[in-house]
């Protein structure tokens, strides 16, 4: 199930870290490499190296609209959309993951994020192929600490739930009108949601509750669930 609130809160930081720091070294890399941009810049017809210095259509002007507003809109803007996307999907779609660890699902889909993004060509503003080899090399590495960021506060914003049925062919439990039964599922912490067994013979007692888990009513088949850690619910 997973959470797209949580998604949301770990994605919202671990977004802004990665558009900043993709943003911050693409104004490194045009900087280090200036007269390489320049040469490049001298062979677009919008910008002539007759004109003056600091006038519209000069090199040196379609250099500092590479900085501003070239980098904010292109880098910052479009990474910060593509990693807040991918955050959201995470969140809801966290459970469904393949991997054994909060780092191991992260890390699948930050990789994926990335191969989208240089698929679309959202790899920076450079002017040669070196400048380019830089840059993916760059997002390569913070796509790893957006992934180890992430996971460290999905994990402080959600809870793991597990359910058990005494009697698994017999009581079902429903979820939010989702059949969890025998599955472990994330929620976000401080969260309620509504719980049913549903008997197909047996007749259902009571939940059985343990660690952060808790009922409003222990003897209500239908009844609502809250979360403030992990912990076990049991239909008995």
Excluded at 46 to 63: D, E, L, M
Excluded at 165 to 173: E, P, R, V
Excluded at 193 to 222: C, Y
Aim: aromatic share 12%.
């Amino acid at each position: 199930m997973g959470s797209i609130i949580a998604g949301l809160k770990a994605g919202a930081v671990a977004s802004l870290y990665f558009a900043a720091s993709v943003s911050v070294f693409n104004v490194l890399i045009l900087l280090s490499f200036k007269n390489d941009v320049y040469a490049a810049l001298e062979t677009n017809p919008q910008c002539s190296a007759t004109v003056a210095a600091g006038q519209v259509g000069s090199v040196q002007y379609c250099f500092s609209e590479l900085l501003f507003p070239g980098i904010p809109l292109y880098d910052f803007v479009r990474t910060l959309i593509i990693a807040i996307f991918f955050a959201i999907s995470i969140g809801i779609y966290f459970d469904y993951i393949p991997g054994r660890t909060y780092i191991r699902k992260t890390l699948l889909v930050s990789f994926i994020m990335l191969l989208a993004m240089l698929f679309l060509g959202l790899y920076g503003l450079v002017a040669d192929g070196l400048q380019e080899i830089l840059m993916i090399s760059f997002e390569f590495v913070a796509a790893l600490l957006y992934a180890v960021i992430f996971a460290q506060l999905y994990r402080k914003f959600t809870r793991e739930v597990e359910f058990q049925s005494q009697k698994t062919n017999l009581i079902k439990i429903k979820v939010d009108k989702r059949d969890l039964t025998g599955r472990k599922r994330t929620f976000s912490t401080n969260s309620t949601h509504e719980v049913e067994a549903i008997s197909e013979g047996r007749p259902f007692r009571e939940w059985l509750t343990s660690g952060g888990v808790s009922v409003k009513d222990p003897k209500a088949p239908k009844t609502e669930m809250t979360i403030i850690g992990d912990g076990l619910l049991k239909a008995a």
